[in-house]
T-cell receptor, first 115, second 112 residues
Framework: DTGVSQDPRHKITKRGQNVTFRCDPI?????LYWYRQTLGQGPEFLTY????????KSRLLSDRFSAERPKGSFSTLEIQRTEQGDSAMYLC?????????????FGPGTRLTVL | GQQLNQSPQSMFIQEGEDVSMNCTSS?????WLWYKQDPGEGPVLLIA?????ELTSNGRLTAQFGITRKDSFLNISASIPSDVGIYFC????????????FGKGTKLTVNP
């Protein structure tokens, strides 16, 4: 296992369509995070899982956004009825428990463009 | 929104020069992290700091966790062209939330 992987790397969709992204964390990591990054900004927190439990969600995560981690391994982030403002890089990160778990390791991201 | 003030926003330096950038907050943090991001890629962890006053090096990079727990700096010595990229500070606030808060980044350009 060489790191966090995300699929797809790029997604172009039309406004109003639904999209789903997948994240595979580092295998021994029980914590998984989703962040969103727009141009010229740092990543912004969306949600956090410990194993399969979703423990924290940002106000940025509107009701059109849903994230799951059904078996405590991979995670999916779905955006329904996409809007142009959803265009961004969606980053997944994972970490282990404990103090060192505060240092998140990020995947390469999924670049979403909504036309 | 962002709660970390990162400066400078951008730097243009000559190869071989040293670089310094910093991050400040109005809140107390229990963790400071520094990441580097290349275009189209995710952030890569450079240095993690967990204790006030901690000074940690990673090759030519050195970072410190400020004693007040409200700031951190990153130094890069003897810069090389591959140091080009955007450097982000990130921190975890004291108080229980697991989320990291990021600065807006420092864009570094190194002229050979």
């Amino acid at each position: 296992d060489t790191g966090v992987s995300q699929d797809p790397r790029h997604k172009i969709t039309k406004r109003g369509q639904n999209v789903t992204f997948r994240c595979d964390p580092i295998s021994e990591h029980n914590r998984l995070y989703w962040y969103r990054q727009t141009l010229g900004q740092g990543p912004e927190f969306l949600t956090y899982f410990q194993n399969e439990a979703q423990l924290e969600k940002s106000r940025l995560l509107s009701d059109r956004f849903s994230a799951e981690r059904p078996k405590g391994s991979f995670s999916t982030l779905e955006i329904q009825r996409t809007e142009q403002g959803d265009s961004a890089m969606y980053l997944c990160a994972s970490s282990s428990a404990g103090t060192s778990g505060r240092a998140l390791l990020f995947g390469p991201g999924t670049r979403l463009t909504v036309l | 929104g962002q709660q970390l003030n990162q400066s400078p926003q951008s730097m243009f330096i000559q190869e071989g020069e040293d670089v310094s950038m910093n991050c400040t907050s109005s809140s107390i943090f229990n963790t400071w992290l520094w990441y580097k991001q290349d275009p189209g890629e995710g952030p890569v962890l450079l240095i993690a700091l967990y204790k006030a006053g901690e000074l940690t090096s990673n090759g030519r990079l050195t970072a410190q966790f400020g004693i007040t727990r409200k700031d951190s700096f990153l130094n890069i010595s003897a810069s090389i062209p591959s140091d080009v990229g955007i450097y982000f500070c990130a921190g975890q606030r004291q108080g229980g939330s697991e989320k990291l808060v990021f600065g807006k980044g420092t864009k570094l350009t190194v002229n050979p």
